[in-house]
Structures are given as structure tokens and as C-alpha cells.
């Protein structure tokens, strides 16, 4: 099966670029890269774009035939007694660094056809893209999502969703810096003319904060999605630069790792109420009034699921607890938190907020796992079934003040009971090889903190589980094309409903029931339409497909056979690394085919690294496969983790 991920290698069309566009390479011989010679002295000029480059060095792309490099030549040292900056015209990029600049120059223009004035964006490398209604400014709150476009040194671009918050520019002492030019609606880098009070900085914004990865019920929340953002930069760059730039969406072949159902049966434990009931379960409320309405969704659920409690105002140390809290910014210190005083392994802390089916079965199972942490053994699923024969280790990492990190480690045995341990400091060779695991391959001296977790059977073999920054996309152009007929705003009249009826081939009994449903309005927008048709089984879905076949869509097929790439997004899938045969990427989707049209999070391809270089086996990889491959952790879909990472994240969240 192919697979697509947000990154986009891209070709260019040197000839037709030249033929459009002059580009200069700019080099100041100061002691340091003085800016505001661009900002101040080129603004007549009918200026594409500007990368500045490492050093000294500059590039700056001009409408065809606007300035020779003589004039811009004197125009930029005319303010000087003698000449201080260099001038070369390019005319051909036979380097790779060339290449990747020119890219950059396109990048950088793409908005300038858009602006009144002339502004570029003086960024090196990368373009942050985004949709108007991304950006959440209301009182002292402004904040903006964006989507990183950047460039990598093998020419591919990769798309990254990054968020930055506005702050008082006095206060900015590092990172990027970004300023939004309201000129061209896009962030850029700060330039030395800007007179900004505030400055952007990336910062993350928490789990209640978010865009849709994708929409596609209709065009509008498509575009507002990030992969719709994505689709429509492509768009933007093949109509800015027509045959000068081609952009192919990487692909890769992929195997299915995805489990039955009879084996999944085989391997979870979600009945939980014998356990419950033998422990017993007290019930907290520290968010007053304000917890009520979770406290009784709670008592109804646990109710339903046979499972006894007890209400009290204190914690029980004998029994299992859920405690009820408010969002930890509506404290105004940590020591009122009672998060921070009743932090143990036997109790769940809820946050004060309406409770789905869902939500309360993954608390239900997260209370489980911190009792399984407390008894030692794993009762969430059958261990035994995943056929180890040896010990299992894994070990994660928490960073410490001063400099030093905190290792968190859990060995599980066959039977499934298992041992836990910290440490700082290496007291044993197993630790020192734990450490060594975590460490950036091209700087040994540093811990590289993309790894979540560690794993093994023999201490000198060493799995390492890493984030990327690719996640999957669907396929794109089909998806985008179908999409964006689907207008919410489109009304069509009773009169024209009723010629697509009378044309539409069906019994009389089934036309007399549409032609009903024609005659009740005037007008019918997409969302009346698709509502009257959707409960119509056979003949809703042989009517819509006539509908589209007269260019009406109502809504794009959806589920495994969507043809739109979407099968992607279920399952467990993997592949062997094609350039390091020692690393197998993976991801997890949703567990039975896409049931919604639209999706909060990207899904993240990770990776399993062989620690000693030597080729992954297919048939070791798939056995680690089967652990992501449990839905308690997540209801409905399948964990992004190895289970047993959520038995770490538990641990050390406890112990810290």
C-alpha cells in the first residue's frame, strides 16, 4: 500500500525562472551583515523576494529586467565613501545550497503578489502559512497557528503545524522572532525598521487548543483545515510560478500490521468492575459547584457499569480514588492545586468538564493502570499473549534541574508482573547502556530528547522509539478537487431540486417521495439537502450519485474504500527505512475506518530504531507492532504508544 506524508520534494524549471526573474547574490564586506541596506535602500523597486544566506551574503530576486547589477550596484554603496557591498548576478544554480536558495526565494515571494506595498518576508528557509482564521486575538490573548514550511538540506519541504503567542517585545531574549505583517497577513522574521512593541515566539498553547487537521464535509472547513492549508500553498505556488516549479507528495510502500478483532479479544481486559468493587472506589469533588455536573455524569456511569463508590471530601488511602478538579490556570498558586497534594498512584484526577462514554472509559482505564503500578502486575491485558519469553525492559526520561535527568525504568516478566526502578546516577552497566541510549548519535554529548522510550530483551540490543516530524496525508489532490465543490452557501430552488428528479430513474413510490420532499420549500441549501436525502438508504445514496453526475456534491464518500486516500488513516502500518535498513517507520490509525469527516490531530509516523546499526528484522518489528495494538488507552482507536508507555508516562508522573 502507498502511503503519503507532508513531505513534498519539488523540482525546478531553471530556464522558464531566468526568463521571469533576475536574482542577485549581494555580499556586504563590513564587519557585520547590515540589514537595513535592503529594508532602506531598494524599496522603489519592484523586489520578489529576500533570503539572507549564512555570513554576510544575501540574495534578492527582482521582476525580470527591473534593475541591472550595475545600478543596484550603485544604488547600494551610494550612501558610502567607498564600496562596501558586492553585487553578482545569478544566472544559472549549479550547487545544491543555490538550489535550495532559489526554492527559498520562491517561498519567500509567494505573498508579495498580494500586498499593496512592496514587503518580503526575510526568512531563511522557511514560510509560515496559515488560514485568517487561525489566529485567536481577544483581549491580552493573541495567538497564531501556523504551518512551518521548511526546507531540508535533501531538498524536500516538510509541513508542521508550530504555535506562537504574542508577547511585549522587551521581554523576548531568544528564539525566532516573528512579527505579523498585517501588509501580507503572514509571519515573518523581525527586520531591524520594524518599531513593533509586540513579538511572536513559538509556544504550545496546551491539549484545548487547536485547528482541525481535516476537514472535508464541505469546502470552507476544508480550507480552514492544516492539510487544507498545505493543499492550497501548493496551489498557490504552481499558480505564482506556472512550469517554473513541480511538487510530487513523498510516498512510501507499506505492509498491514493491523490485528483482528478475535486476537484483540484475546489480548485486552476492559471489564473492570470486579476489580473496582474488590478495591473499593471513593469519589472527590475539589471543584465545588463547578464539579457538580462531571461528579453526576460520573455517578451515573460508574452505576451503569455496575461499579460501587462512595462519596467524601478527603482521598481514601485504602481505596481507589477519582478526584475532581478545575483546569490548573483557575488556581493562583501551585499550593492550592489539589492536583499537586494528592498526586499517588491510587488516585485519577478529573478535570471539571462534561464527560463523554469515551472520556470516562479511558479514566476508568488510566485509574487502572496506576493500581496496576501499585500491585506490579499487568492486569490491563493478557501479557502472556504476546508470547515474550524473556524479560522486557523499557525506560524512559525526565528532565531534572541542574542539568541532570531522571531515567524511569520498568522490566516487565512473562507472567506480566513487573518490577519498577529510578535512577539518576549509573550504578549498574545496564544503566550506563540506558543512558548511552538516549543520546543524540552526532552529538554523544547530548540527550536527544525526540526519544520517548527505550526497550529490550538483551541490554546490549536496544530498540529506540522516536517522534518525526512527518505525518500522514490523504491523497490530496483527489480529496482537495472533490472538496472544494461542495459549497455550504450553494442554494438550489425548489423548481431546479424538481428537474433533477424528474430526470433521476427510479420506481414512482420512491419519485413521489423526493418530489414530497422538493415541494415542502422554496430553497434548500446543502445541509437541507443532504439531511432530506441521508435518511433515504439505497435510494439517498443512488440520488447523491446522480446529483454529483449534474455537479452537485453533497458530502465525498468516506470509510476504507473512500478512494481518497483514507485508508491510510486505519490500521497499524509499517515499513522498512529505505535509507537505514536498521529503522522500521510506523503509525497507528483509527481501529475500524474512518466513520467521520473530520479528523482533530495529524497522525504522527514514528520510528524504531535498532540501537547497534544492524538491520531490523521484519519479523522482530512486527512482533513490537503488536504491542501499540490495545484500545484501552484510547477508546475507539488503537494506542499511539506501546501500551506499556503509558505505564511509564503514569510512573513518572507520580514519582516526579
Keep these: 500500500m502507498k502511503i503519503r506524508t507532508n513531505k513534498i520534494s519539488y523540482t525546478l524549471n531553471k530556464e522558464k525562472i531566468f526568463?521571469?526573474?533576475?536574482?542577485?547574490?549581494?555580499?556586504?564586506?563590513?564587519?557585520?551583515?547590515?540589514?537595513?541596506?535592503?529594508?532602506?535602500?531598494?524599496?522603489?523597486?519592484?523586489?520578489?523576494?529576500?533570503?539572507?544566506?549564512?555570513g554576510k551574503k544575501a540574495f534578492i530576486m527582482f521582476d525580470k529586467n527591473t534593475i541591472t547589477a550595475d545600478d543596484l550596484y550603485d544604488l547600494l554603496n551610494e550612501r558610502y565613501s567607498k564600496p562596501i557591498v558586492k553585487?553578482?548576478?545569478?544566472n544559472d544554480f549549479k550547487e545544491d545550497y543555490q538550489k535550495r536558495t532559489f526554492f527559498r526565494l520562491l517561498m519567500n515571494g509567494i505573498h508579495n503578489r498580494f500586498s499593496k506595498k512592496n514587503m518580503y518576508n526575510n526568512l531563511t528557509g522557511r514560510l509560515y502559512y496559515f488560514n485568517k482564521k487561525w489566529r485567536y486575538n481577544t483581549g491580552n490573548i493573541d495567538r497564531i497557528w501556523c504551518l512551518n514550511l521548511a526546507l531540508t538540506d535533501d531538498d524536500v519541504i516538510?509541513?508542521?503545524?508550530?504555535?506562537?503567542?504574542?508577547?511585549?517585545?522587551?521581554t523576548v531574549t531568544n528564539g525566532i522572532k516573528l512579527v505579523f505583517d498585517e501588509r501580507t497577513s503572514v509571519l515573518r522574521k523581525v527586520s531591524k525598521l520594524d518599531k513593533v512593541k509586540q513579538l511572536y515566539v513559538k509556544e504550545s498553547f496546551g491539549w484545548n487548543s487547536s485547528v482541525m487537521a481535516l476537514n472535508f464535509d464541505n469546502k470552507e472547513r476544508f480550507e480552514d483545515s492544516k492539510y487544507g492549508v498545505l493543499y492550497q500553498f501548493r496551489k498557490d505556488m504552481l499558480e505564482s510560478y506556472p512550469d517554473m516549479v513541480e511538487f510530487?507528495?513523498?510516498?512510501?510502500?507499506?505492509?498491514?500490521?493491523?490485528?483482528?478483532?478475535?486476537?484483540?479479544?484475546?489480548?485486552?481486559?476492559?471489564?473492570?468492575?470486579?476489580?473496582?468493587?474488590?478495591?473499593?472506589?471513593?469519589?472527590?469533588?475539589?471543584?465545588?459547584?463547578?464539579?457538580?455536573?462531571?461528579l453526576n455524569e460520573l455517578k451515573q456511569a460508574l452505576t451503569e457499569k455496575n461499579i460501587g463508590f462512595v462519596e467524601s471530601s478527603q482521598i481514601n488511602a485504602e481505596t481507589l480514588n477519582f478526584a475532581i478538579i478545575k483546569n490548573k490556570e483557575e488556581y493562583s498558586s501551585s499550593e492550592e492545586d489539589p492536583y499537586k497534594k494528592t498526586k499517588r498512584f491510587n488516585v485519577q484526577?478529573?478535570?471539571?468538564?462534561?464527560?463523554?462514554?469515551?472520556?470516562?472509559?479511558?479514566?476508568?482505564?488510566e485509574l487502572i493502570i496506576k493500581d496496576d503500578l501499585l500491585r506490579g502486575s499487568i492486569g490491563t491485558v493478557n501479557?502472556?499473549?504476546?508470547?515474550?519469553?524473556?524479560?522486557?525492559?523499557?525506560a524512559t526520561i525526565k528532565p531534572k534541574k541542574e542539568n541532570t535527568n531522571v531515567y524511569f525504568v520498568i522490566k516487565v516478566l512473562p507472567s506480566g508482573h513487573f518490577e519498577k526502578r529510578t535512577f539518576d546516577i549509573p550504578e549498574t552497566k545496564e544503566d550506563t547502556y540506558i543512558m548511552e541510549a538516549f543520546l543524540r548519535k552526532n552529538q554523544p554529548d547530548k540527550v536527544d530528547y525526540n526519544i520517548e522510550f527505550v526497550m529490550w530483551e538483551n541490554v546490549k540490543d536496544m530498540y529506540v522509539f522516536r517522534k518525526s516530524e512527518e505525518i500522514l496525508l490523504p491523497e490530496m489532490d483527489i480529496l482537495g478537487n472533490n472538496v472544494l465543490q461542495i459549497n455550504p452557501k450553494k442554494k438550489i430552488s425548489s423548481a431546479e431540486f424538481m428537474s433533477y428528479i424528474e430526470s433521476f430513474e427510479c420506481s414512482d413510490a420512491e419519485k413521489r417521495s423526493l418530489i414530497e420532499i422538493a415541494r415542502s420549500k422554496d430553497f434548500f441549501n446543502l445541509k437541507e439537502l443532504r439531511k432530506a436525502i441521508d435518511g433515504k438508504s439505497s435510494l439517498g445514496k443512488s440520488f447523491r450519485k446522480h446529483l454529483e453526475d449534474n455537479g452537485i456534491v453533497l458530502r465525498i464518500s468516506k470509510g476504507k474504500d473512500s478512494g481518497n486516500g483514507l485508508t491510510n488513516f486505519t490500521g497499524v502500518k509499517y515499513f522498512i527505512d529505505p535509507n537505514n535498513s536498521s529503522i522500521c517507520r510506523f503509525y497507528v490509525g483509527m481501529k475500524n475506518g474512518i466513520s467521520k469527516y473530520s479528523f482533530e490531530k495529524s497522525v504522527l509516523v514514528r520510528s524504531i530504531q535498532r540501537n547497534n546499526g544492524e538491520p531490523i528484522s521484519v519479523e522482530h518489528a512486527q512482533k513490537l507492532l503488536r504491542l501499540p495494538q490495545v484500545t484501552f488507552v484510547k477508546s475507539g482507536q488503537y494506542s499511539v504508544h506501546p501500551f506499556i508507555y503509558k505505564y511509564l508516562t503514569e510512573y513518572k508522573e507520580v514519582e516526579s
Design 19 to 54: 526568463a521571469s526573474y533576475d536574482v542577485f547574490q549581494i555580499e556586504y564586506i563590513g564587519e557585520r551583515f547590515d540589514v537595513n541596506i535592503l529594508d532602506a535602500r531598494i524599496d522603489d523597486y519592484k523586489v520578489r523576494s529576500v533570503v539572507y544566506y549564512y
Design 349 to 365: 484526577h478529573v478535570t471539571n468538564r462534561g464527560l463523554g462514554k469515551e472520556a470516562i472509559q479511558v479514566i476508568l482505564n
Design 87 to 90: 553585487v553578482r548576478q545569478l
Design 158 to 170: 516538510t509541513a508542521m503545524v508550530e504555535t506562537f503567542m504574542s508577547k511585549d517585545s522587551k
Design 383 to 394: 501479557w502472556s499473549s504476546y508470547k515474550f519469553n524473556n524479560n522486557v525492559s523499557f
Design 248 to 294: 510530487d507528495w513523498v510516498e512510501y510502500e507499506a505492509e498491514d500490521m493491523t490485528i483482528t478483532e478475535k486476537e484483540l479479544k484475546n489480548i485486552e481486559n476492559r471489564n473492570y468492575s470486579e476489580r473496582f468493587n474488590s478495591r473499593g472506589l471513593t469519589l472527590v469533588n475539589f471543584a465545588g459547584d463547578d464539579g457538580c455536573l462531571c
